[in-house]
């Protein structure tokens, strides 16, 4: 017959989705701008149906290399992946020498392979490479992947058939037959390791075949058969994984090869004729035992070329071109939800890859934020922290959401304004719902609820129980409540539009803060820096922001313990510069009073700001307690300085790092509030709320405002006797504050 060539079946390799996903993260977390290339394990799988050729799959437990498949059908192939960093290296990659480099590996295995028992591992033989390029941003995945078959470039020199494949049944006697089918149906392992064999069908059964070593062994047993197809003969016993008739598997080529060299290496040229027995794994009856006669042509002479077949072809969809890219949308194999948190996550990793590989994101996006205030400054700061990864919100805030607020509030609409006939819809519980339409798989919650303030007792009971139960009662539930959300927090934000209400909150935070710090004397502890999370923190980290008409200020508090190894300056709080308590500052007061009238850009500005001080502070390695960044700046963390407070001028464009001095007198920090706040806990509060005054006496600050009124009227005086004039008025009568200035202390912030 004329010689027919031994078709092999295309090579399929399928990449599982899970094989990209865990390359991603490996190209975010681990790999970023490198790109070595990576081991990869496959699993082959066989064509079990009949039809389909077999094909190595690639999932995500290729990347750590798979464990040797239970399935006896799985056969694991060795390869590699090389991920580029953009979309030209990937295009413009030598395809066709890395192609050729991989097949020279797989003909070096070919010349340097041997064995002891006969077996021949077949994944030996077989390596394949893929080549990708993976858009994170867009989710979309380019690759090509080669399985190089070495081949010769002569069609004559082409592994052909002899005689057309055989029922076993029609080729050889019975005798024949069950000799050779019950030694090889003993061979478990067939098709990992095929095994070769000299089988004298003529002789009696009792001869046992001869398993083949290596190249002179196999060559000595073809020797008698060269020109001779029949008797004695050299047996390739195959399970084949690829299911079709008719055709081999692809992963046999490299095998021929590799017989071919053996038998060269063992002093046989020229071409050897074999009996393959090919078992189809698409079951183990009779009928899928072909006997096939081949001839393997002699292998090339040193020196002349041996091509790779090349990449592998994909369809790129029906009645497309087929390519050898494939493109794959991995959008379409996530949902909207998981593929945002990928793209948050991706967006915050990219500042480490390039621009601060220190950076530690989960220093902030694990934090649990308490927002007090859910208008201009409460939605600027969560958009602002989801820009950081954050996902633990809980808004608190008493209004509603009026017509006016859509505009400048960023979460809300029109339609949060227009809900329930007009009135609006809660704020904290409205906020907490658009924020999770921006990012539906993070935790946020609204709370409604009225902050206590000093000298407000009236208002201050927004849950009055079913009964009425008005006053100390429902004032004393408002402040458990405060402290409760406090202590469930690991940030607090105060953006209320009020100095009164971040009074109760600053002092219950001072409070924490400093028994947290003289109870927990270990200052190795990880969770000293309180940015682990809730499970971690000792006491929740305050940041206050506030709004002029055309300024703004941004403070960090005071947080762990100032006179701790740092040696570092305590902090002033918001209240610092304040000398008087905080009163019902609403009253007697104009529409315009009442409102935060301010320009627009001044909340957004201010909001930003303080998210990212928090950003830059928690970076630093003393977390919650990072001293705040001096004027040379030296000890900062990865995102660069960190001060105390930002103050902001829009009248002249102007931003201002400052560090507030605590004042001894403080109503909001000083250590005669704070200690009546520990000691006397909610009596304490409840007498402040209802009469701010005690506020001025605990803190002595009605004690020093007497003082400083002395002083003011004794410099008077001396002034009169010496004939001065003027430089008094205005000053004695406003709290001493311009005793204040001549002590050189910083401006009231508002
Ligand atoms: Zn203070």
Known sequence: MSQQAVHFAPFNVSVDISFWQELGSRKLDVLKLSTPEIPVTGV????????????????????????????????????????????????????????????????????????????????????????????????????????????????????????????????????????????????????????????????????????????????????????????????????????????????????????SKTLSAGGKGGNWYCRVLVKKCKGFTEENFKLWTIRIPEYPQPGKSVPAAGWLFFLSGPGKKSSTVSSLDLAHFLDATALQANAVELNVKLIKWRMVPELEPERISQLQFLLIGAGTLGCAVAR????????????????????????????????????????????????????????????????????????????????????????????????????????????????TDSRESRWLPQVLLAAASSSSSSSQADSSSPHQNGVEGKAGARAPLGVTVALGFDSFLVLRHAWGDPEGPTGRKKMGCYFCNDYAAPADAQANRTLDQQCTVTRPGVSSMAASLACELLASAVQHSGGFGAPPTTEDRGDVGCLGAAPQAIRGFLNDFRLSPQQTDPFEHCIGCSDGVVKAVQEEGDEFLLRVLRDPVELERVSGLSEFKEREARRAEAMATQMGKEGGVGGVEGGVGDGGLLSLEEDDEEDAFF
Not at 78 to 96: Q, S
Not at 185 to 203: C, W
Not at 412 to 424: L, V
């Open 384 to 495: 602002g922290l989801l820009g950081w990864g954050v996902r633990h919100f809980t808004f608190v805030d008493s209004g509603r959401v009026a017509m006016s607020n859509p505009v400048r509030q960023s979460l809300f609409t029109h339609k949060d304004a227009a809900a329930e006939g007009c009135s609006g819809l809660p704020k904290a519980v409205a906020a907490a719902e658009r924020l999770r339409e921006v990012r539906p798989d993070i935790h946020a919650e609204g709370v409604k609820l009225e902050i206590p303030l000093p000298g407000h007792t009236a208002t201050a009971a927004p849950h009055p129980p079913p009964g009425g139960q008005e006053g100390s009662a429902g004032l004393l539930g408002s402040v458990q409540k405060v402290r409760s959300l406090l202590e469930s927090h690991d940030v607090v934000m105060l953006l």
């Open 44 to 259: 082959f799988i066989a064509g079990a149906d009949g039809k389909t050729p077999g094909e190595v799959r690639l999932d995500r437990l290729s990347l750590e290399g798979h464990l040797e498949g239970k399935d006896s059908k799985e056969v694991l192939v060795y390869g590699r992946v090389l991920n580029f960093n953009t979309l030209e290296d990937f295009k413009k990659f030598d395809r066709i020498g890395a192609a050729q480099k991989v097949a020279a590996e797989v003909e070096e295995a070919a010349a340097s392979f041997s064995t002891v028992s006969g077996r021949f591992p077949l994944t030996a033989l077989t390596r394949f490479l893929v080549l990708s390029f993976m858009d994170l941003k867009k989710y979309k995945v380019h690759y090509s992947v080669t399985v190089p078959a070495v081949h010769h470039e002569d069609p004559n020199c082409a592994v052909s058939l002899e005689r057309l494949p055989e029922a076993v049944s029609e080729a050889l006697t019975s005798t024949q037959r069950d000799r050779l089918l019950q030694f090889t149906e003993t061979d478990q392992h067939s098709l990992t390791s095929p095994q070769v064999y000299a089988i004298d069908l003529s002789s009696p059964s009792d001869v046992p075949p001869v398993a083949l070593r290596d190249g002179p062994d196999m060559a000595a047993a073809c020797s008698q058969q060269q020109e001779e197809v029949g008797g004695k003969s050299v047996f390739l016993v195959l399970v084949d994984p690829c299911g079709a008739d008719g055709v081999l598997s692809w992963v046999w080529r490299n095998f021929f090869l590799w017989f």
